[in-house]
């Protein structure tokens, strides 16, 4: 089992910054890639942006310049750099992680970004 927990969310105007973090505990053996993702009022849960375990990024064509995600290995911490937040960029964000065959989630965190 691996659980996510994320930090760093609230309120922010658009034009800044908030950077969310996952704490990763449990069976991090076998890991192989560390995402986030994100679902807004009415709509699906889309990928923000994803890490693999060999440190290969991915990114939604929305974020791209803006959002960077990023690890530390010692801290089991994977983070979401947030900049130049648009008020669309509101959303509950969720971690995931891969573990095998294994997908896990992270419980959410509101990002509310003011016009």
């Known amino acids: 089992q691996v659980q996510l927990v994320e930090s760093g969310g609230g309120l922010v105007q658009a034009g800044g910054s908030l950077r969310l973090s996952c704490a990763v505990s449990g069976s991090i053996f076998g890991i192989a890639a560390m995402g986030w993702f994100r679902q807004a009022p009415g709509k699906q849960r889309e990928l923000v942006a994803i890490?693999?375990?060999?440190?290969?990024?991915n990114y939604a064509d929305s974020v791209k310049g803006r959002f960077a995600i990023s690890r530390d290995t010692a801290k089991n911490t994977f983070y979401l750099q947030m900049n130049s937040l648009k008020p669309e960029d509101t959303a509950v964000y969720y971690c995931?992680?891969?573990?095998?065959?294994?997908?896990?989630w992270g419980q959410g965190i509101q990002v509310t970004v003011s016009s």
């Open positions: 890490e693999n375990i060999g440190g290969v990024t």
């Open positions: 995931n992680s891969k573990r095998f065959s294994t997908y896990y």
